[in-house]
């Protein structure tokens, strides 16, 4: 057998009527779990591709994060809306963080719905649901800012190394030295990379890297007012901070308000992500743009170009970051020179 | 006829097929916009509504936004998500600001769809639309925080009057005098509410309205500055300020901050909302809560149960609001006694 396998061979292998393939194909709950399995099984393994002329897609769009909770969900729902709106598409929202609803699978949602494709934020996959969505010919494609993406997975991600390297150097530019940074945590991919950013900056303005000077934690409020009150509580503190995002600044700018230090007079802060309340908050943060609303339109883009059998020229794409400067930098006081 | 009037009478009184009477009933593109607007005239003048029993609805639950760039989408989102998760449906989100999909508008797309029912977040529905989701037995319900429901619409709102009176009672408690109040927009049924409910507890305190202290604008950051500055300038400034929500109270907080006056010791602020940024900035906000996961879950279930066949004891539902103290009141300086 080959890939040219049909239905009807499949099922005769399974020792199943083939309306029973046919159901596993499309989702259906009606069927035994073992046989389901069996059925998967031979599906993967003849790496049986439905044509997708053979089916009607809806005129969905699943869009599919790890946690609602985050504050850039937002940004990132903007972007997909507006390129599913220019094809007559809607979106289909979920959570998959281990969300079963009764008696289906997430998985089995998307199935039956027959989405004309899949843009998963921050949410891999893997092989198996990998390859349940390739023998149904629905195209997926991976928004990436953790910069982690799965093997062979079409992604979209940003340039985090290169954001890290440019807060850095703007800090230098205005002259501090002693510069903290407070990175996110460091099972995610963008995390690395933005502190070797920081530590490529240093290295190139031949600033010695100072381990004392490097806090680690999640991307939260809370997270960067403890690591603030640290760094900022020794007498030689630093007189500049980059923090992994823009809600981790907020909760710098926290513990320099408790700790009676102004912003940007007594020290500076580098966010990142440019969040629209980074405008709103006093003074105003400079910060890292990851262009998330862009993002969401390539990795949508990119689906819809899949489902319509146009492979994208390349699998990863990353979108450029960029220094949003605003007021909370400002040479250091004493100059240092 | 009556209300029993079947697809096939409405066919021969619109003088085509039984099939295109379904074909306008399920959303199809491929009728004549002429035929179309004739069959759901006549479906609007019998009455007619289809048996929920008679066709299948999908898994899906709509849910429309006026807007999506408001901050506080993701809440409703949330809310909304929590209720669905538990039944097993999935969110199909729109935008309706005129959005006009290709070849189908936005109603033709929900109709094509047939979800198990509508949660519109402020946008309104035509009587026209009311009539066509009606004769589908698609049931809606308006979550309407700006507490203008339509006629006869189920929908789920909040207790603005009584937000207002929190508000203004907690800075008359803490001994304010001149309290000035930025309202929303005045077409608005919420804006309205709010401010009346700030009057209300000026009168119970005795304290003249001042109509010098009352501004109104849009609900967003440039018109708290604006405003704010405004209010601000003047020797006999008032020592608080009740904005109409967040986002304007941040915008009274750059204010303040361009004037150099310090909150809460020169200026208290009480904003509206409690979206999660109140609790970020510095200092934290003191706001009226608005309970919009909650009032998202409310509408969710609420339009389940109709899907259910299960009407609610009422049409209208008004969630309570909370004063939730942080760090920016405090009692005015000078102490006015």
């Given at each position: 057998m080959t890939k040219a396998a049909t239905l009807a061979e499949i099922a005769i292998e399974a020792g199943v009527s083939t309306p029973t393939v046919s159901k596993v194909l499309n989702g259906r709950a009606d069927v035994a779990p073992a046989t389901r399995e069996r059925v998967e099984g031979l599906l993967r393994q003849h790496g049986y591709r439905r044509r997708r002329a053979a089916v009607q897609s809806s005129q969905l769009l699943e869009l599919v994060f790890h946690e609602l909770d985050s504050l850039w969900a937002m940004e990132i729902i903007r972007g997909v809306e507006n390129v599913v709106s220019e094809e007559g598409l809607s979106v289909v929202l979920s959570e998959s963080s281990g969300r079963l609803t009764p008696g289906l699978s997430w998985m089995d949602g998307v199935l039956a719905r027959r989405p004309t494709g899949v843009v998963l934020v921050l949410s891999g996959l893997s092989p198996s649901q990998q390859a349940q969505l390739t023998s149904r010919d629905i195209p997926f494609v991976v928004m990436d800012p953790a910069g982690d993406?799965?093997?062979q997975v079409p992604s979209v991600g940003t340039t985090n190394w290169d954001g890290g390297l440019a807060a850095t150097r703007h800090l230098i530019d205005l002259g501090h030295r002693r510069i903290g940074i407070l990175a996110g945590p460091r099972r995610m991919m963008c995390s690395r990379a933005r502190i070797d950013g920081y530590r490529a900056a240093l290295d190139i303005a031949g600033i010695t890297f100072d381990p004392d000077l490097v806090r680690e934690g999640e991307f939260n409020h809370q997270t960067g007012h403890q690591a603030g009150l640290e760094l900022l509580r020794p007498a030689d503190r630093p007189t500049a901070v980059f923090t992994g995002n823009d809600m981790q600044a907020l909760g710098v700018y926290e513990a320099a308000r408790e700790l009676g230090l102004r912003i940007p007079e007594d020290l500076s802060v580098v966010g990142f992500d440019d969040l629209p309340v980074a405008r709103w908050v006093g003074p105003p943060l400079t910060t890292v743009r990851q262009p998330l609303t862009e993002m969401a339109e390539a990795a949508t883009r990119m689906v819809i170009d899949l489902a319509r059998?146009?492979?994208?020229?390349?699998?990863r794409m990353d979108l450029a970051t960029s220094l949003v400067e605003r007021s909370s930098t400002a040479p250091p006081r004493p100059l240092p020179r």
């Open positions: 993406p799965g093997q059998g146009n492979p994208p020229s390349t699998l």
